[in-house]
T-cell receptor
């Protein structure tokens, strides 16, 4: 099992460019999440999904869109990148069967927006 | 506002010193509590979690945490730290709906 994987690992964008981050999990998890990690702010939830075809907003959704067309994949899109979106992005997944269960994280994507 | 607070942003210890990292949350009702660790250059991994039952929870690598409901706290402890414990530690709360709310993290540096 690879667990949770993310592509790409690192990306540099210019302001206004678009890109898509891909998250994949091979654990048959129902729930998937996108977080951003910024210094001194911990991890903040951007969007999440409770199943294939469903998405919901998290704490900081502005400027991002997501899609969950397949159960194993959760895509995070930036339509027009801004320097404020420079961050490390983490994807996570969980089975969704109970409240106390663990979220499993991917290795992260470092994004620099110039 | 509902939140998770980690009061120590940076902690520096010598090897073999004891560690206690504070975590307080402001959610009412039933919560599930977690400590995650992020070693340099790596992704987050679960250290331990509290779901129900014994409020003293033991995790991996000799870490433990105590849930004190009256104090809304879930402090992380380790009796004797090692250089390999150098990492960033995040407390997180699941207030329901399968969502985690993270604290701002504590960077621990253990000097050999």
């Amino acid at each position: 099992n690879a667990g949770v994987t993310q592509t790409p690992k690192f990306r540099v964008l210019k302001t206004g460019q678009s890109m898509t981050l891909l998250c994949a999990q091979d654990m048959n998890h129902e729930y998937m999440y996108w977080y951003r990690q910024d210094p001194g702010m911990g991890l903040r939830l951007i969007h999440y999904s409770v199943g294939e075809g469903t998405t919901a907003k998290g704490e900081v959704p502005d400027g991002y869109n997501v899609s969950r067309l397949k159960k194993q994949n959760f895509l995070l899109g930036l339509e027009s990148a801004a320097p404020s979106q420079t961050s490390v992005y983490f994807c996570a997944s969980s089975s969704g069967t109970s409240l106390g269960e663990t979220q499993y994280f991917g290795p992260g994507t470092r994004l620099l927006v110039l | 506002a509902q939140s998770v607070s980690q009061h120590n942003h940076h902690v520096i210890l010598s090897e073999a010193a004891s560690l206690e990292l504070g975590c307080n949350y402001s959610y009412g009702g039933t919560v599930n509590l977690f400590w995650y660790v992020q070693y340099p250059g790596q992704h987050l991994q679960l250290l331990l979690k509290y779901f129900s039952g014994d409020p003293l929870v033991k995790g991996i690598k000799g870490f433990e945490a105590e849930f004190i409901k009256s104090k809304f706290s879930f402090n992380l402890r380790k009796p004797s730290v090692q250089w390999s414990d150098t990492a960033e530690y995040f407390c997180a709360v699941n207030p329901g709906f399968q969502k985690l709310v993270f604290g701002t993290g504590t960077r621990l540096l253990v000097s050999p």
